[in-house]
């Protein structure tokens, strides 16, 4: 059995974030800003909470895919800013919100590198038989876990969702040819959110010293995420006998326009090839990859057939690269 990229849909809030506001809050500048990260602007969830995102952005890629909702018989949803902590699961409430139930429903923490992640598993559920038809999900309301008074993080992140079918396909140019996922926790402070777990239970004292938001060795971060992303990519290309110029469309992850710009150098990508959103949403985490696949599509952009290289890179520290051509219409 093969497994196929069939849809893909996104949802962002309305409630925009510019740099200009966050001068007001923070000592920052747009000019900082834009120079270190090419990031404008980022949306902020205001009412809604992870789960409505998910839901929006799922509903459009059921849609999208030419399924009824009780033709998805799983959904899986990557997020570290889940609605609940521990339970119940982000992806319980959507399937639920979306009348799938009782069907398979579990959240997965892998960071940035979330979407990435669902794919592997879904590409493998589908292959396998055991599911038809998977729903995944990476939704983020990051500024639940975001400290408006850390200047180094602040700046950085937003909120929104995106989402894709991962179907059963006959047609061999359709199937998804190969996901890599890896991590290394000999970095696992670079990028961290130390209270309110295990290790550092939720107390006034944890509250107080600010210990439930995340946590980021920014520079650090940078060179291992440059470092790891283009020995990945050039890895799973080499593995899989492609060249960089069959790839269609480059969709990385949008954490920061210099890393992106790095790992599209070291792979020859010409400009238009590479999907940029991070100047408008930010970085949103798991949700990034399906936001900015959405956006090539509404754009008329991506066309079925076409090869999409996504890579991924967070907390964790996590990455992941994904050969997939866009099986939907
Ligand atoms: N506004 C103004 N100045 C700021 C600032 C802000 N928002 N944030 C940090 N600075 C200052 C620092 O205090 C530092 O000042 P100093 O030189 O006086 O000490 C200076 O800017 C440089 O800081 P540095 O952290 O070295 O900047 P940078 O070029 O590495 O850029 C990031 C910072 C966060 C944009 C960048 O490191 C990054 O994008 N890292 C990776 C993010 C990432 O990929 N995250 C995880 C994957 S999802």
Not at 65 to 80: F, M, Q
Not at 256 to 268: E, H, P
Request: aromatic share 6%; proline share 3%; glycine share 10%.
């Amino acid at each position: 059995m093969l497994a196929s990229f069939k849809s893909i849909g996104a949802y962002v809030p309305e409630k925009i974030l510019s740099n200009e506001d966050l001068e007001k809050m923070v000592d920052t500048s747009d000019e900082w800003i834009q120079k270190r990260t090419g990031i404008r602007e980022r949306r902020i969830a205001e009412d809604e909470i992870t789960s409505d995102m998910g839901v929006k952005a799922g509903e459009i890629a059921i849609s999208r895919a030419g399924l009824r909702k009780d033709e998805i018989d799983a959904v899986i949803c990557a997020t570290i800013s889940p609605d609940y902590f521990c339970m119940p699961s982000t992806a319980n409430m959507i399937s639920h919100k979306l009348g799938l139930n009782p069907v398979t429903s579990f959240d997965i923490s892998a960071a940035c590198t979330g979407f990435i992640y669902a794919l592997n598993m879904a590409k493998s559920f589908v292959q396998s038989g055991t599911f038809k038809n998977v729903l995944i999900i990476g939704a983020e309301k990051l500024s639940s876990i975001v400290d408006y008074e850390d200047r180094t993080t602040c700046i950085l992140f937003g909120d929104g969702a995106g989402a894709a079918v991962i179907g059963r396909t006959e047609m061999q140019q359709e199937a998804i040819i190969d996901v890599h996922t890896g991590a290394d926790a000999n970095y696992s402070d670079y990028l961290i959110t130390p209270g309110g777990g295990s290790a550092e239970p939720t107390s006034l004292e944890t509250i107080k010293n600010r210990r439930h938001f995340m946590k980021m060795q920014g520079n650090a971060t940078f060179k291992v995420a440059v470092k790891t992303l283009t020995k990945d990519v050039i890895e799973i290309l080499e593995k899989n006998g492609i060249d960089s110029n069959e790839i269609d469309h480059f969709v990385p992850h949008q954490a920061n326009y210099r890393i992106i710009k790095a790992v599209g150098d070291a792979l020859k990508m010409p400009k238009e090839k590479v999907a940029l959103t991070v100047g408008k949403y930010g970085n949103t985490s798991s949700a990034s990859i399906p936001m900015a696949i959405n956006d090539l599509y509404e754009s008329g952009k991506l066309k079925r057939g076409e090869l999409m290289l996504l890579d991924a890179f967070g907390g964790g520290l996590t990455w992941g690269s994904a050969l997939v051509p866009f099986g939907g219409e």
